[in-house]
C-alpha cells in the first residue's frame, strides 16, 4: 500500500495504524512508485488549489488516473484526499480529479446558528449504503472531523454514510474501487481501527 | 450531531508529567509516554501537551519525546511550548501532531500563527490565551511565559489571534488552574459568545458538573488536568476518563 506525499499534511500517524491493524504502508515520494501500488491512500490537510498543484507539481495525476481508473486499484481518500477526488470546489479555481461527480462546497449555517466553522470534533455518521469499509450494524460509528468544506455528490448513490452539521452531508463516498472518507480513521480509535483494517483486507 | 469535546491537558517539564496549581509549583505525577498510553486506552477525544519551561527557557521543543508521544495516540494531538519559527512547526507536523498550540510566540508576533494557518490550514493553530484576575477582580491578558499581565485586553487578543488565522481558542483562567474548584463560567460565557470558532476552556474542572457547565456556557470543549490525574481528597496520582455512556448522558441536555 502508498500513500504519495505531495506535501500535504500529517502522514506519519496514517501510517502508523495501517501498520498497526496489520497492513503495510509505505510514503512514497514518487509519483512512478505508484505504477506498482496494490492499494492507494491519498491523504491530505489544507486547502484544495494548494491540494491539486502538489498533486501537480510531483507529476502524480497521470500516475494516479493510470492506477486507479486504468488499474483499478482501491483507493482510499481522507479528508482534503476525499474532495481532490472531486470535480471542483469552492474553496479554490483548480479542477479536481474529477472521479466522482461532486462538488465540494463550503458549510453554509444559518446566520445565527451556535454551530461553529470548522466542523471539529467527534461526530456519528449513518452509513447509507452497503459497503465494505464501514460496518453498519453496530449501533453508533463515530469519527473525529475537521474541515470546514464538504463533498456534495450529484449521484445519490455514490454517499455511503452520512454525518450532520446544521445538515446532513456526505461524510463517506463510494464508487466502485474509489473510497473517500471526510473524517480522519486514523485519529478515530477502534471506530477508524476497524475501517482501516476492512480497507487493508479488500 | 457534533459532540462536545472533553481533553485532558497534559504539562511537561524537565521531561517529566507535572501538574501546576495557579500556574506554579509543579508536581511531578509521572511518566508522558505511560500517561498516554493510559489515555489511549481510554479513547479519550483528543489529547492537549503543553511543555511549560519551553518558552521560559527559552529552549526548542523536545523532538524526540514528542515523536513518542504522537506513537501512541490513535487521536488527535495537539502540542504547545516553545514554538517559534514555521520550520519548528513543520518538524512537529512531521512527526505526526495533528495541531500546534502558540502563545508566547503569538503575543509577539501574529505573523508565525498566520503562516502556520496558511501552510498547514487554520484548523492546525491553536492560539493558547491565559487570563488571570487583577486585584480589582479584572481578567487581564497573561503571559505564562514571564508571569507577567499585558496591557492588551484578552478580549483584543482573541479576537487579532483569530483574524490572524487561528482555528481554535484554547482558553485558560490561571486563577482556577489546579484547584478542582470550579471553572469560570462568566469567561467563557463571554468568549465564547465573541469567538467564531471552537473555544477549549481549560481550568477548574473538579467533578463532571463542571464540565456540563462550561458546555452549557458555550465552550465546544472542555479540557482539564488535575482532574484526569489526581483521585480522592489527598490528590493521589491515578489517571481517569469519564467512559463514553457516562459523557454522553451528562451533556445530552446540554446540546
Not at chain 1, 488516473?65 to 482534503?80: K, T
Not at chain 1, 456534495?152 to 472518507?181: K, M, R, W
Not at chain 2, 514554538?83 to 501532531?97: H, P, S, V
Not at chain 2, 490525574?229 to 448522558?249: D, F, K, S, W
Request: glycine share 10%; with cysteine.
Amino acid at each position: 500500500m502508498l500513500i504519495p506525499n505531495y506535501g500535504c499534511g500529517n502522514l506519519a500517524s496514517i501510517v502508523r495504524m495501517i501498520n498497526w491493524v496489520g497492513g503495510d504502508a509505505v510514503i512514497t515520494s514518487k509519483a512512478s512508485d505508484l505504477a506498482v501500488a496494490d492499494k492507494i491512500i491519498l491523504a491530505g490537510v489544507g486547502a484544495f488549489d494548494h491540494g491539486m498543484s502538489g498533486l501537480c507539481d510531483g507529476g502524480w495525476i497521470d500516475a494516479l488516473n493510470e492506477a486507479v481508473l486504468v488499474r483499478r486499484v482501491p483507493i482510499l481518500g481522507i479528508c482534503l484526499g476525499m474532495q481532490l477526488m472531486c470535480k471542483t470546489s469552492e474553496e479554490g479555481t483548480l479542477p479536481g480529479l474529477g472521479w466522482i461527480d461532486a462538488e465540494v462546497g463550503r458549510f453554509k449555517l444559518e446566520q445565527d446558528s451556535s454551530l461553529k466553522i470548522p466542523h471539529m470534533g467527534w461526530n456519528t455518521v449513518s452509513v447509507t449504503k452497503e459497503n465494505p469499509i464501514i460496518c453498519s450494524d453496530q449501533e453508533e460509528q463515530r469519527f473525529y472531523f475537521v474541515h470546514s468544506y464538504h463533498v456534495i455528490c450529484n449521484q445519490p448513490n455514490d454517499t455511503l454514510a452520512i454525518a450532520h452539521h446544521g445538515y446532513d452531508f456526505t461524510a463517506a463516498f463510494s464508487h466502485e474501487n474509489i473510497f473517500g472518507v471526510q473524517f480522519h480513521p486514523e485519529k478515530s480509535h477502534k471506530f477508524g481501527m476497524a475501517l482501516m483494517k476492512n480497507f487493508v483486507e479488500l | 450531531m457534533l459532540k462536545h469535546r472533553l481533553i485532558p491537558c497534559l504539562l511537561l517539564h524537565n521531561g517529566g508529567l507535572v501538574k501546576t496549581q495557579k500556574f506554579s509549583n509543579p508536581k511531578y505525577v509521572g511518566d508522558p509516554i505511560n500517561a498516554i498510553r493510559i489515555f489511549n486506552e481510554k479513547e479519550v477525544d483528543e489529547l492537549v501537551v503543553l511543555d511549560i519551561s519551553a518558552s521560559k527557557e527559552k529552549r526548542e521543543p523536545n523532538y524526540e519525546l514528542i515523536e513518542q508521544l504522537a506513537g501512541e495516540c490513535f487521536m488527535p494531538l495537539c502540542y504547545g511550548g516553545g514554538i517559534r519559527t514555521i520550520e519548528q512547526a513543520r518538524t512537529l507536523f512531521g512527526l505526526g501532531l495533528e495541531k500546534i498550540a502558540l502563545q508566547s510566540a503569538a503575543l509577539e508576533d501574529l505573523s508565525l500563527l498566520t503562516k502556520i494557518a496558511d501552510q498547514f490550514g487554520s484548523q492546525s493553530v491553536v492560539a493558547s490565551v491565559d487570563v488571570k484576575k487583577n486585584w480589582l477582580g479584572k481578567h487581564k491578558l497573561f503571559r505564562s511565559s514571564s508571569g507577567k499581565t499585558s496591557t492588551q485586553t484578552w478580549q483584543d487578543f482573541i479576537r487579532q489571534a483569530v483574524v490572524a488565522g487561528a482555528g481554535e481558542v484554547m482558553l485558560n483562567a490561571v486563577d482556577r488552574d489546579g484547584l478542582m474548584q470550579g471553572m469560570d463560567i462568566d469567561l467563557i460565557k463571554e468568549a465564547s459568545s465573541n469567538v467564531p470558532v471552537p473555544l477549549i476552556a481549560v481550568g477548574g474542572v473538579g467533578c463532571l458538573a463542571d464540565i456540563k457547565a462550561a458546555v452549557g456556557a458555550g465552550a465546544s470543549a472542555v479540557a482539564a488536568g488535575a482532574f484526569f490525574v489526581y483521585q480522592g481528597p489527598h490528590r493521589a496520582v491515578l489517571i481517569t476518563y469519564p467512559n463514553y455512556q457516562e459523557l454522553e448522558n451528562l451533556l445530552k441536555e446540554s446540546a
